[in-house]
């Protein structure tokens, strides 16, 4: 790729970044979950270019980002009634619904299946961006397959000198990707989980079933129906190791490992019993914090030069569910059974 001038822009100049959205060029802007790697999402040629500064496989479908609920209508061909009582409950909010796409969602963004993936976010900042240029199709704006990126630290690491500009708007509050829910099927099913969580989800529109790639890795020649879902993902360039059983046998266990360049993922509860290097991710059970810190913690493993990296396999409870299946993949689906 030709390496170009990437412009860091303050809150202030969002007007300025709007312009270079409507010439067709990328933004990379905060939103409350990740950071996105944002383009027109009706400009095709823009959007593919998302694709070859990401190294994004073109099979793998991105979400349209709007400012008002109302701005879905032209997106989608049917906005069904737990559609609509899903975006009333979380919209603005880091949920993400996928429906049948109307026919101005260009081939790129919805990589050429039948559907579209809409979302609007809580952040300011990406919300006033949206406002002054258009509907933004965004990915996360890491480079495929790293860890998702949730400072201007980690979009710099990552996408200086591949884009036009990034929106510094400081480090983002959710910390994993947006919950995904597909309605263009039967009946709702969770793709991928995130801040909203899947309890949340039952409350608002009564069952909704769990794809099996939220906990599983797909089998040989199953088709994923998250396309995201079967790639190799939030990886850190260390092996993470995850260990499944209760913390003191986790603790025994990474005290009797004897490794040199070994780290440990751990809770801010076992930080003084632990004999190797740690970097915690937040209480036990404050699975909200867990997420904030996840994407960074695998980061920073790799800035210290950790070749491994073992960490607790976490509940599935709430917002755990969104950690256990960041960190399932980050560990390439191997857990250990402690006991
Ligand atoms: P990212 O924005 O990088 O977090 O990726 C967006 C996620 O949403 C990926 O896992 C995609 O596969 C998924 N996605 C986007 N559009 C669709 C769609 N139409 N059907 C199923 N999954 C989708
Ligand atoms: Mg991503």
Known sequence: MKRMKTLLLSPGEIPLAAEIIKKGGLVAMPTETV??????????????NIFKAKGRPMDNPL???ISEVSQIYRLVRV????AQLLAQRFWPGPLTIILPKS?????????????????????KNARRLIELSAPL???????SGSPSPTTLRHVLADMNGRIDAIIDGGDCEVGVESTVITLAGEKPRL?????ITLEQLRETVGEVEVDPAVMNPLKSGEKAASPGMKYKHYSPKADVVLLRGSRDSFISFVNS?????????????DMQRLELPYISIGGAEDYCTQANRLFSALREADEKGYDRVYAHCPDTQGVGLAVYNRMIRAAGFEVIELE
């Open 35 to 48: 950071y996105g790697l944002a383009a027109d999402a009706l400009n095709g040629q823009a959007v593919a």
């Open 63 to 65: 979400i349209v980002h």
């Open 79 to 82: 906005f069904p009634e737990k």
């Open 103 to 123: 026919d101005i969602i260009p081939a790129e963004v919805s990589a050429g299946l039948d559907t579209v993936a809409v979302r609007c976010p809580s952040d």
């Open 137 to 143: 199709a965004a990915p996360s704006a890491n480079l």
């Open 191 to 195: 793709l991928r989980p995130g801040g």
């Open 257 to 269: 490992v004897n490794e040199k360049k070994t780290a440990v993922l751990c809770y801010d509860e």
